[in-house]
């Protein structure tokens, strides 16, 4: 079993940063891309930013040149660093990862979601 646990977020003002961490833990084997995605009130959720395992990495375009996502790759862990926020950017955020485990004998690659974090920004 894979969790993901993601923690910084909170109510910040326009102009302000916030930094979201997702720490990945269980039966992991290895892990592909990481991830961040978020969803507004009555919006589908969307990708915000990307860490593939060889080091690329992919952002919407709503939030480049403000955002940069990071990975440790000891520590299972995938960073988004929030500046320069938006009222916009107020949703949930959602960690997502690519993890390859061990299932009867075999790598499995399976997609795990953390249990979001609320980012709010006021005008």
Known sequence: QVQ?????????QAGGSLRLSCAASGS??????M???????????????????GG??????????????SRDNAKNTVYLQMNSLKPEDT???????AVQ???AATISTSDY??????????S
């Open 4 to 12: 993901l646990v993601e923690s910084g977020g909170g109510l910040v």
């Open 28 to 33: 992991i084997f290895s892990i592909n891309a």
């Open 35 to 53: 991830g961040w995605y978020r969803q507004a009130p009555g919006k589908q959720r969307e990708l915000v930013a990307t860490f593939s395992s």
């Open 56 to 69: 690329s990495t992919n952002y919407a375009d709503s939030v480049k040149g403000r955002f940069v996502v």
């Open 91 to 97: 949703a949930v955020y959602y960690c997502n990862a």
């Open 101 to 103: 485990t061990w299932v």
């Open 113 to 122: 979601w953390g249990q979001g974090t609320q980012v709010t920004v006021s």
